[in-house]
């Protein structure tokens, strides 16, 4: 990330964007932190890892499986449905594992020139000692799955090892929500859902209390870097916004998992670009984000035809 001027402890200046004037940059950052001594969780003492696998669960929810309502799906047995979902929840997982990752590096190059005392930084430190327990627990539960692992292509791989070298701040944190609220819409949904495996429940319940505070801490940066970035900045995050939505879209479940199930690659890959039901998922699924990209100059330009192309924008 490229570092704007470091904000005093106490703001001395009062910052103003179309949602209101911004709370101070310490405050928010304290609030979270307390809010980490009360709810963060160990995943390997939280969550029963020798419980055996349930008979006649789901992996994830069969509405949120790529292929649902697609006339594939309905040739399918309940068996094969089933084992699709446990390998796209070992996609999801991977590609969560894979996006951690990232974001744990650019939490890093953010807090590089920044106070070390200071409560946003301690924050920041706080976060990434929750992406790595994540990242442990989605890799254990791959794992426990029995399902492989699923990279991101090799052209995606490497795109993201640019994106982290060149990203300015106001593009990681955008990024950095797109990889957190699409896929904290779909946990929510799957964290109460007494269809789902209890194990896959107990990891999504964890993931969604800790990636709220995260969501809430790239939300108020993002916003304050919007306002304080020159012009180029602005534009430059609304394009890499853009990109890394329709690279998203696109990495989101690698369709190896149809492979994988005994389903027609080629056949599964051109149902799910075609079903209606998919599209609004993944729309519902970023609807919270974009409505909130939107109102803060985000979604503008080339930005915007790049979000739309993606399809996570009506």
């Not at 390997?44 to 994830?60: M, R, S, V």
């Not at 920041?124 to 989605?138: G, N, P, V, W, Y």
């Not at 853009?242 to 080629?266: C, I, K, M, W």
Request: neutral net charge.
């Amino acid at each position: 990330m490229t570092t704007a001027p470091d904000i005093s402890t106490a703001e001395t200046e009062a910052l103003r964007d179309a949602l209101g004037l911004l709370k101070d940059r310490e405050q928010v950052a304290e609030r979270l932190l307390d809010s980490s001594a009360k709810h963060s969780f160990d995943p390997d003492t939280e969550l029963d890892w020798d419980a055996p696998i349930e008979d006649g669960k789901w992996f994830w929810p069969p509405e949120l499986v790529s292929l649902y309502d697609t006339p594939l799906w309905k040739k399918m047995s309940e068996e094969q449905r089933m084992d699709l979902a446990r390998h796209e929840a070992a996609s999801l997982a991977s590609l969560g594992i894979w996006f951690e990752i990232i974001l744990m590096q650019l939490l890093v190059r953010h807090i590089y020139d920044k106070s070390v005392t200071s409560a946003h930084v301690r924050y920041a430190l706080t976060e990434i000692a929750d992406e790595c327990r994540h990242s442990k627990m989605f890799a254990r539960l791959i794992q426990t799955g029995g399902a492989p692992t699923y990279p991101v292509s090799r052209f995606n791989h490497n795109l993201a090892r640019i994106l982290k070298t060149v990203s300015t701040t106001p593009g990681s944190f955008a990024c950095t929500l797109l990889g957190e609220e699409i896929l904290d819409w779909m946990q929510r949904l799957t964290f109460p859902d007494e269809r789902v495996q209890t194990l896959v429940r107990g990891v999504t319940r964890i993931h969604v209390v800790e990636e709220a505070r995260h969501v809430r801490y790239a939300r108020e940066e993002l916003r304050r870097q919007m306002v304080r970035a020159p012009r180029w900045e602005q534009e430059l995050t609304r394009i890499s916004s853009g990109e890394a939505a329709r690279v998203f879209s696109v990495a989101f479940v690698n369709p190896e998992v149809y492979t994988n199930v005994g389903l027609d690659r080629r056949e599964a890959v051109a149902q799910v670009k075609a079903s209606g039901h998919r599209r609004e998922v993944m729309q519902s699924g970023a609807k919270r984000l974009t409505d909130f990209l939107d109102e803060i100059g985000v979604l503008r330009g080339v930005g915007r035809k790049l979000w739309k192309s993606s399809g996570l924008l009506a």
